[in-house]
């Protein structure tokens, strides 16, 4: 049994009886102690081996497992589970264990899938490099010296490694498809609405959603087969009808290359492949042309007004004593409580909370955040002015190859600026995805397909294609 085999293979050989659900759990966890100096983990579960027990249980009564029998799947340290810790990487949560299940994990082990253990992100999914965690930093199993990307690094770096099949994680501005594009993975954004965010720590809601990893997109749409649709648990996915099977047309697709994020200044290692991609789409009978969305410059400053300010707000609630340990335990006095208590969050929290109390407060609000939300009424209505004409839009999915640890630390306001090609889309709702099509120096780079409101199904035909062509 091949641990790198897809999650389709693995569930029909453990539907078949051919391999045991055992077996590839007892191997995905000897391969997660084997890398674990990535620091890719943040906890195991403790009943996965059982939980595999129990599919084959099911398979010898000839009962059905499930279309994900015996899949190991990982799931990003903000989404709740009741088996394991719920950390978000951060020591505000330290000891909390979260009393129910997030309807996306229900809905993976409900179709047999094992649950092997949360991953390590940024904290509270703030971030891009999974460098701002409580836990340290995850390294990139593609070469450990650079960083795999975030916020949902560990979850993009357990798939690399082998150590999980399919991985959820968070995508606010970019969280699944910046890792996915470093590590060399398929990640998917899916349409606003589309999954449920129930059980999803909420960092800003109005725009972040559920998203898996896998090796291939063929992965990818059996996890979105099972995790998407309405849950009465989440009003937002009223409108959402499970993705369906999949078709993989893209000749006489109508592609846009937008202009704003395949700028002269585009990394060149990132071009030779964005372009050999583009080739590949045209071969397969798309055709190409530049677009414009001119709101893209502005993208990046108005996605950090909204979620700063969404942050502020939903991160009001960790206050010491609903969630986790509490101090109160450790025998604080007040004044000590309330310094201790503030250590509880990292720098890049902080900065995200002071932003988001300033932002939105009276006599400033004008200024940032009603202008942001402009912003992102322009660029929703652009993005849909496009798709009257264009099928999907496509451009790489981060401006640069993967860089080295610590590279970037010092220069918040540059890092956030590496999102420019990803916030669009959750800006405006709409689905997203990253191909793997290639590296740079050995490094992989992604390149991303974006599809008009609830084309969840057709984009990831597309991009199955795409995977085609370029492998
Ligand atoms: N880098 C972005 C941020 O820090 C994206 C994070 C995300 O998608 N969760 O907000």
């Not at 959402?240 to 078709?247: K, L, M």
């Not at 410059?297 to 909204?306: E, K, L």
């Not at 300010?309 to 004593?321: K, V």
């Not at 202008?371 to 652009?382: C, G, I």
């Amino acid at each position: 049994m091949d641990l790198e085999a897809p999650a389709h293979e693995i569930a029909r050989l453990v539907s078949a009886g051919s391999v045991s659900a055992e077996e590839v759990i007892e191997r995905t966890l000897e391969r997660m102690r084997d890398t674990e100096r990535l620091n890719i983990f943040i906890s195991t579960n403790p009943d996965a081996v059982s939980e595999a027990r129990r599919i084959d249980g099911m398979v010898r009564d000839g009962s059905d497992p499930g279309r994900l029998a015996g899949v190991p799947v990982s799931i990003k340290d903000n989404i709740c589970t009741r088996a394991m810790p719920t950390t978000c990487a951060s020591r505000m949560l330290e000891g909390y264990v979260s009393p129910y299940e997030a309807t996306v994990v229900e809905r993976l082990r409900r179709e047999g899938a094992i649950i092997v253990g949360k991953t390590n992100l940024d904290e509270f999914a703030m971030g891009l490099t999974t460098e701002f965690s409580a836990y340290g930093p995850t390294l990139n199993p593609r070469d450990p010296r650079y960083v795999p990307g975030g916020s949902s690094g560990g979850s993009a770096a357990s798939v690399a490694a082998g150590a999980a099949a399919i991985s959820l994680g968070s995508d606010t501005g970019g969280s699944v498809r910046n890792p996915a594009s470093f590590c060399g993975v398929a990640g998917f954004k899916p349409t606003y609405g589309m999954v449920s965010r129930y059980g999803l720590v909420s960092y800003a809601n109005s725009i972040e959603q559920v998203g898996p990893l896998a090796r291939t997109i063929p992965d990818i749409v059996l996890a979105m087969q099972a995790i998407s649709g309405p849950d009465p648990r989440d009003g937002t996915t009223a409108g959402a009808r499970p993705v369906s099977d999949t078709e993989d047309i893209v000749d006489g697709k109508r592609i846009g290359i937008v202009r704003q994020m395949a700028p002269d200044s585009l990394h060149p290692g990132v071009r030779t492949v964005f372009e050999r991609a583009v080739s590949g789409l045209e071969s397969l009978g798309a055709a190409c042309e530049e677009v414009s969305l001119e709101m893209v410059d502005y993208s990046v400053a108005a996605y950090y007004t909204i979620t700063s300010t969404e942050a502020g707000s939903n991160l009001a609630r960790y206050d010491n004593i609903r969630y986790g340990y509490g101090l109160e335990r450790e025998g604080y006095e007040f004044h000590r409580y309330v310094a201790a208590s503030r250590d509880r969050f990292g720098p890049e929290v902080k900065r995200r909370i002071i932003a988001g109390g300033f932002v939105p407060s009276a006599g400033y609000a004008g200024r940032y955040f009603l202008k942001a939300l402009k912003v992102k009424s322009r660029l929703t209505r652009e993005v849909n002015r496009l798709f009257g004409t264009y099928d999907y839009l496509v451009s790489p999915t981060v401006p640069v190859p993967p860089f080295r640890l610590g590279e970037m630390l010092d220069d918040p306001v540059e890092l956030f600026q590496l999102d420019i090609n990803t916030v669009a889309a959750n800006l405006a709702g709409k689905p997203a995805v990253s191909v793997p099509c290639g590296t740079c120096d050995g490094l992989p780079v992604g390149v991303q397909l974006i599809a008009d409101s609830f084309r969840d199904g057709p984009l990831l035909g597309a991009a199955r294609a795409l995977e085609g062509v370029v492998q």
